[in-house]
């Protein structure tokens, strides 16, 4: 069980246009889902924190009105790059937590982001 | 932010050989989880020491954590060439369900 998965897996998209992801927890409930943004052969960035039903709480430095997130549901949260630019091409990875005795952290395979 | 430090950044080793990864960290914490990337893939879960455990095993692979001087260890025995990923601690900084990952050890393993 907690499989997560991350649609599309990769996308390419023109400067200027919006591209949303989603992320999907297929055999479980999270009540809290994340964002995060990885740079070729660095760590993950947390973006933001996602819970069902209520506004996303943004990382310092992230733009809300840029990286745009919702989360209709126990099982969905999407992310929207609005207006892309070549310096949003990155790796993007979700994650979707579930309470076992602590916190734990499932992973989505990420989505290729490439901006041209 | 990162509050992990990883060491080494890269290792490269021979099958069959035990590789050791570290990771310091440096506020309180409530657990402590180590993840696996391989390259251009979504992190896999490996284990997860809470902060009350001094050590922990699970299968080839066993986590050290000292709390007093903030620092844990992932030890993985008689490694193989499917071994070769990025290896990345992770620790809630007492928040409870939210993550911070250290920098990451690139593990190569040659056959």
């Known amino acids: 069980g907690a499989v997560v998965s991350q649609h599309p897996s990769r996308v390419i998209c023109k400067s200027g246009t919006s591209v949303k992801i989603e992320c999907r927890s297929l055999?479980?409930?999270?009540?809290?889902m994340f964002w995060y943004r990885q740079f070729p052969k660095q760590s993950l960035m947390l973006m933001a924190t996602s819970n069902e039903g209520s506004k996303a709480t943004y990382e310092q430095g992230v733009e809300k009105d840029k990286f745009l997130i919702n989360h209709a549901s126990l099982t969905l949260s999407t992310l929207t790059v609005t207006s892309a630019h070549p310096e949003d091409s990155s790796f993007y990875i979700c994650?979707?937590?579930?309470?076992?005795?602590?916190?734990?952290?499932?992973f989505g395979p990420g989505t290729r982001l490439t901006v041209t | 932010s990162q509050q992990g430090e990883e060491d080494p950044q890269a290792l490269s080793i021979q099958e069959g050989e035990n590789a050791t990864m570290n990771c310091s960290y440096k506020t309180s914490i409530n657990n402590l989880q180590w993840y696996r990337q391989n390259s251009g893939r979504g992190l896999v879960h490996l284990i997860l020491?809470?902060?009350?455990?001094r050590e922990k095993h699970s299968g080839r692979l066993r986590v050290t954590l000292d709390t007093s001087k903030k620092s844990s260890s992932l030890l993985i025995t008689a490694s193989r060439a499917a071994d070769t990923a990025s290896y990345f601690c992770?620790?809630?900084?007492?928040?409870?369900?939210?993550?911070?990952f250290g920098a990451g050890t690139i593990l190569r393993v040659k056959s």
């Open positions: 055999d479980f409930q999270a009540t809290t």
């Open positions: 992770a620790t809630d900084e007492g928040y409870g369900n939210k993550l911070v």
């Open positions: 020491i809470r902060s009350n455990e």
């Open positions: 994650s979707a937590a579930v309470f076992r005795g602590a916190y734990e952290q499932y």
